[in-house]
C-alpha cells in the first residue's frame, strides 16, 4: 500500500496535475495513493515500498510519448472518458494559441511557490484544479438533469435545480414570484433567484433547507464575520435554525409551506457570489460527496482526520454526520 508521494522539488502545472489526477483517480491502480502524503524532495533513487516517485520515468506502466505525462496518465488509469477531466486537462495544458492564459497560470503559480513550501504550492495548484473539475462536472451534471428529466428516467439520488436572473418584468411583480406553488413543479426540486438590480437571492424548495442555511451561513461568518473556521463549525446547529441568526443577518430562513431562504432582507448584502450560492446549494442537498473520498463516502466510511482533514467537515452535513454515525454503531457492535 502506498503511504507516500514523491515530487522532485522544481516542478511545473503538468507534475502538480498529474499529482491532482493521481490522487482522484489512481486508487483502483495504485492501492493509498488517494490518501498518501505528499512529500518534495530531490533525492528520487532512494525510496522505500510504500512510496510512490511521481515523474513520468518513474509511473510503472505509463508511457509518457508524445502527448506528455498527463495524456499517458489519464490512459492508465481508464479515465479517458470523463468529460469533466478532458475539460480540465485542456484547462491547465493551454496550447500555443492559448499562451495568454498559459502565461498567467505560470506566473500565479511562481508567485505562490516564492512565499510557500514545495507541499502548500502543490496543495494550493491541487485545490484550484478540484474546483475546475467540480464546475465542470457541475455543468455536466445538469446537462444530464435536464436529458434524463425530459425522458422521464431520473434517478432518485438526483436533485434538479433551477437557477436563474428574473427579468425586470418579474422584479416588478415582486422578487418572489418564485415562491409561487406552481413554480415548483414536479419535476423540480429547488429554486435559485437573483434579482436584476438589488442583485438579492432566493433558495426556494418543497423539502427542509436545513443544510443549505448552515453552509451558506458557516460560509458568511468566515468571509465576512472574521470568524475562524472551527467556531464557525461549532455553531452549525444554530446556523440551521430558521429565522435571522443576529451574527449572520445576511441570510433569513423561512418556512410558510415552502422552504424559502433569502439574502438581503436585513439590508446587509452578502459576500457569496451567485454562483458560489448555487454550488454550496447543490453540495448540500445532493447525494454527492467530497471528491478525494466519495467512494469511501458512500460506503458508509469517513475518511477525514486530523492530518489529512475533508474539505466539507466545516459544514457538518447530514448525509456526513449520518456516515460517522454509522461508523460509531459498527464500532460499537464489533467491540
Partial sequence: MIKTII?????DEELLLALWILKTFGKKVFNGV?????????????????????AAEHVPGCDKGAEGLVPGLVRLLGCESDEALSQVVRFFTPSEQQSAKGRCLNEVLRLVAATSSDVMTANWFMQCVEAKYEEFSLQGKDKVERQLSQAGDLPEYSRIIRVRRLSGQEARVGFLIAKEASYLDDDLDMAITQHPTCLDISIISNFPLYDVARV????????????????????????????????????????????????????????????????????????????????????????????????????????????????RRERGALE
Avoid at 515530487?7 to 516542478?11: E, G, R, T
Fill in 7 to 11: 515530487i522532485p522539488k522544481k516542478h
Fill in 216 to 327: 451558506l451561513r458557516i460560509e458568511e461568518a468566515i468571509k465576512q464575520a472574521s470568524m475562524d473556521m472551527t467556531t464557525a463549525r461549532k455553531r452549525w446547529r444554530e446556523f440551521s435554525d430558521v429565522g435571522v441568526n443576529p451574527d449572520v443577518p445576511q441570510w433569513s430562513y423561512a418556512v410558510d409551506g415552502l422552504h424559502v431562504i433569502t439574502s438581503g432582507n436585513s439590508g446587509d448584502l452578502t459576500a457569496l457570489r451567485f454562483d458560489e450560492v448555487c454550488t454550496l446549494a447543490r453540495l448540500a442537498i445532493d447525494n454527492s460527496f467530497h471528491l478525494h473520498r466519495a467512494n469511501m463516502c458512500h460506503q458508509q466510511v469517513c475518511t477525514g482526520t486530523l492530518d489529512n482533514p475533508c474539505g466539507w467537515y466545516r459544514w457538518n452535513l447530514t448525509k456526513c454526520r449520518g456516515v460517522r454515525s454509522t461508523m
Fill in 34 to 54: 488517494d490518501t498518501a502524503r505528499v512529500v518534495s524532495r530531490s533525492v528520487l533513487n532512494q525510496v522505500r515500498d510504500t512510496d510512490f516517485v511521481l
